[in-house]
């Protein structure tokens, strides 16, 4: 079964940048659906983006649309989210995750996290 770890979260103003990574080892993302969620404090876990290989399809939350961006490069097998326009209510807990259907966010495996701070 795959294992994946997060790396990429750090403290940002507003308006700033993070690039979110997510390594898999242990067997191969090729095909899986892949995806992000996060937890914030006091708050119920957020889908926030989804792509399924087998079709190309890939949605975002629409808190996050136009600013947030998914992407995967099989060959590394890693996960990418790209942040950009931060704002403090982006706070929370990421985690990436695979093997399972976009709807409703629901996946097989998943990550223990990186730590995403938006502050002013």
């Known amino acids: 079964q795959v294992q994946l770890v997060e790396s990429g979260g750090g403290l940002v103003q507003p308006g700033g940048s993070l690039r979110l990574s997510c390594a898999a080892s242990?067997?191969?993302?090729?095909?899986?659906?892949i995806g992000w969620f996060r937890q914030a404090p006091g708050k119920e876990r957020e889908g926030v983006s989804c792509?399924?290989?087998?079709?190309?399809?890939?949605n975002y939350a629409d808190s996050v649309k136009g600013r947030f961006t998914i992407s995967y490069d099989n060959a590394k097998n890693m996960v990418y989210l790209q942040m950009n326009g931060l704002k403090p209510e982006d706070t929370g807990v990421y985690h990436c995750?695979?093997?399972?259907?976009?709807?409703?966010?629901?996946?097989?495996?998943w990550g223990e996290g990186t730590q995403v701070t938006v502050f002013s």
């Open positions: 995750a695979a093997d399972g259907i976009c709807s409703g966010y629901v996946f097989a495996v």
């Open positions: 242990g067997s191969t993302l090729n095909d899986l659906t």
């Open positions: 792509t399924d290989q087998s079709d190309g399809s890939t």
